[in-house]
């Protein structure tokens, strides 16, 4: 007799049973790829997002404020440098290119970034993708996720885009001065997309500051150890000179609690999947008592029904895990697109082996499992499970 015959016709009459057992089983193992797929894709998004900001030089505080504030455009509050420091920092030597960096202003929930042409265009590396850089205080240059177009005008108003969510009666009043874009940055993947870059002296003039001070020095160095030459130089009393990276590295094992907990809800998702195969096993044999028993009356072998149901579980087993890594691919795009939205950093989601191996795993488990379920249909005579029916 073939098994497979016997699974095709009991497929084909009790198809959406064992589709609701299927997608159970993919809901449950949907956790595990999507959690491992977002860290990874988020790791990533920031590490490229901040390939440009090798050492950022800032007023003495928090590192971590510093980083989420320059590369990332969040609204930190940070102190103000003092006046001359970006001329003492090119003094050292051993840079490529060093740019001052300041905030304060926005364009509806576009932030606005006063700074120099070297950060635009990375000393001279990355071109606009169209137009041409800021000559003038009135001049500006827009990522390519802001909706401003070359020759448009506007008025920047008072505030960071946090405070403006705040602003609901609109009270907030735009600055006098007036900007009029001249050029395009080419789409980065990074929160700079949304960013608006004017000359720094235009924020200067707006605000009334001093020449010459700002919130953060970018700077390129020539090599490692310039790099680590200019931290050491500039890790003072009131100022500090952090790595880009450096930061990450710490902020990522910081969240290592979290991904902990990650991991256990993953794997308590995981054995629930087990769990839920294990119980459809039972549920199915149930169901089919009475095909069961016609088959050991008809002269079935124990090792065929045994087989038969095995191969049942297997199956169901089998689309589940394949619905849960597709539903989990689905979830984790998802979320990248909405952490996108927020941040602006661009999260590449992508399929591994890890991925893969993790739901081979789970179908290999779900199989030893199968065996419980198969045992439990061919250890029965004709006679019992037509009483059982």
Request: glycine share 10%; with cysteine.
């Amino acid at each position: 007799m073939n098994p497979f015959l016997f699974l095709r016709g009991e497929f084909r009459r009790s198809w959406g049973g064992a589709l609701a057992l299927a997608l159970v089983l993919a809901f449950a193992g949907s956790l595990s790829p999507a959690v491992s797929m977002m860290e990874r894709a988020i790791r990533s998004g920031m590490a490229e997002s901040a390939d440009a900001f090798d050492l950022l030089v800032g007023a003495r505080g928090s590192a971590v404020d510093l980083v989420l504030g320059a590369v990332y455009l969040r609204p930190e509050a940070l102190s103000l440098l003092p006046e001359g420091m970006l001329e003492e920092v090119k003094s050292h030597g051993g840079i490529r290119w060093a740019a001052p960096l300041a905030f304060g202003d926005r364009w509806r929930d576009f932030p606005l970034a006063g700074t120099s042409s070297e950060l635009v265009n990375l000393g001279g590396r990355r071109p606009l993708a169209s137009g041409r850089m800021f000559l003038n205080t009135d001049e500006a240059v827009v990522g390519a996720g802001v909706p401003l177009k070359e020759g448009d005008s506007f008025a920047p108003s008072h505030g960071s885009v946090a405070e403006a969510a705040l602003d609901e009666d609109g009270s907030s009043r735009a600055h006098e001065h007036m900007f009029r874009v001249v050029g395009k940055m080419p789409a980065t993947g990074t929160p700079w997309d949304r960013a608006i870059v004017v000359p720094i002296e235009a924020l200067w003039n707006m605000h009334g500051a001093g020449t010459g001070r700002s919130s953060v020095v970018v700077v390129k160095p020539v090599t490692v150890a310039d790099a680590y030459r200019l931290r050491a130089a500039f890790n003072a009393r009131d100022t500090q000179a952090v790595f880009s990276g450096e930061v990450l590295t710490r902020l990522f094992s910081t969240l290592e609690d979290m991904h902990n907990v990650m991991l256990m809800l993953t794997s308590a998702a995981q054995a629930a999947a087990l769990a839920a195969a294990l119980v459809s096993g039972f549920f199915a044999v149930a169901m089919r008592v009475k095909s069961l028993a016609l088959l050991r009356a008809l002269g079935a072998s124990h090792g065929f029904l045994a087989v038969s149901v095995w191969l049942m579980v297997s199956g169901i087993m089998l689309a589940g895990c394949l619905l849960g890594l597709g539903l989990g691919c689905m979830m984790a795009s998802a979320a990248s697109m909405w952490i996108q939205a927020e941040t602006g950093v661009a999260l590449a989601v992508s399929l591994s082996a890890r991925e893969c191996l993790a739901v081979l795993a789970a179908f290999g488990c779900g199989c030893v499992a199968a065996a419980l379920p198969a045992y439990f249909a061919c250890r029965r005579t004709a006679g019992e499970l037509l009483r059982t029916a």
